[in-house]
């Protein structure tokens, strides 16, 4: 599956470094989100882009900083992270909101996993 | 708040043989959308499954269906014929608006 693209794959972080999270999705859709993955819980939504504009932010600390440049790229910056954001972190994309207003399926990247140290 | 409940953290199937996943989900509305997603050790997460609310008929997609009861709010995952791909942890979901919601996840093993 090819169709969402996140880089790096796998990332080590001291908690002063600043660093970045990419992702692409090549599937024309003009939804994107952040997750963060945890062990032994439910995946959490992060941030909601749709047509690059955020629309929804899950009470977020600001040490996670989102952006969206166009329909097919979204950033998640990072700095001064804490152990406990230590996780897997996907990234999906959706066509926009259906006509009954839900969002639709989504397509999911292989994910970046985060230590921070 | 919307919650997805999957009481079974881990099952086990011989191949051949017939699974099913329980999802039950809370809510107040009428009209959202319901899914499975398969997350394999690769980890990337794919769609199996998905149900739009206003729809009586259960979905089904070759060997995967569900049982879709909404007035128990239940959404369980019946797989036929388990083969040893389908090993992995599965994800109910559930969709309204921009939210999406997901269950902690049922850890599949197969048999051989």
């Known amino acids: 599956e090819t169709g969402v693209t996140q880089t790096p794959r796998h990332l080590v972080m001291g908690m002063t470094n600043k660093k970045s999270l990419k992702c692409e999705q090549h599937l024309g859709h003009n939804a994107m989100y952040w997750y963060k993955q945890s062990a032994k819980k439910p995946l959490e939504l992060m941030f909601v882009y749709s047509l690059e504009e955020r629309v929804e932010n899950n009470s977020v600390p600001s040490r996670f900083s989102p952006e969206c440049p166009n329909s097919s790229h979204l950033f998640l910056h990072l700095h001064t992270l804490q152990p406990e954001d230590s996780a897997l972190y996907l990234c999906?994309?959706?066509?926009?909101?259906?006509?009954?207003?839900?969002?639709?399926?989504?397509?999911f990247g292989p994910g970046t996993r985060l230590t921070v140290l | 708040a919307q919650t997805v409940t999957q009481s079974q953290p881990e099952m086990s199937v011989q191949e051949a043989e017939t699974v099913t996943l329980s999802c039950t989900y809370d809510?107040?509305?009428?009209?959202?959308?319901l899914f499975w997603y398969k997350q394999p050790p690769s980890r990337q997460m794919i769609l199996v499954i998905r149900?739009?609310?206003?729809?009586?008929q259960n979905a089904t997609e070759n060997r995967f269906s569900v049982n879709f009861q909404k007035a128990a709010k239940s959404f369980s995952l019946k797989i036929s014929d388990s083969q040893l791909g389908d090993a992995a942890m599965y994800f109910c979901a559930y969709s309204f608006g921009n939210q999406f919601y997901f269950g902690t996840g049922t850890s599949l093993t197969v048999i051989p």
């Open positions: 149900q739009e609310a206003y729809k009586q």
């Open positions: 999906a994309s959706s066509p926009l909101l259906s006509t009954s207003g839900h969002t639709d399926t989504q397509y």
């Open positions: 809510t107040s509305e009428s009209d959202y959308y």
